[in-house]
């Protein structure tokens, strides 16, 4: 059985299917899915991860064993950014 949305639409959503999503749907490939593109969009989390265990480990203390941060800013910021 196929589902339909019945309800009226916002005008919110006006405005964004009739200036925005209908140019972006026109640059990507027919091809896409709907998985696809989260796949993608959730990529940077998982290079996030990786980032944070190759800079900080897993304890994120320094040599001396003190709880200071261990990380780098930048990956806080790309962290922060992917999320």
Not at 44 to 60: A, D, K, N
Request: aromatic fraction near 18%; glycine fraction near 8%.
């Amino acid at each position: 059985m196929e589902y339909k949305h019945y309800a009226e639409k916002t005008p919110d959503e006006k405005y964004m299917l009739a200036n925005v999503t209908c140019h972006v749907e026109e640059l990507l490939p027919s091809y896409w899915s709907a998985n696809t593109i989260t796949i993608i969009g959730n990529s940077l989390l998982f290079v996030s991860f990786g980032l944070t265990f190759y800079y900080g480990g897993v304890s994120y203390t320094d040599e001396q064993g003190n709880g200071v941060e261990a990380l780098p800013s930048w990956v806080l910021f790309f962290i922060a950014f992917s999320v």
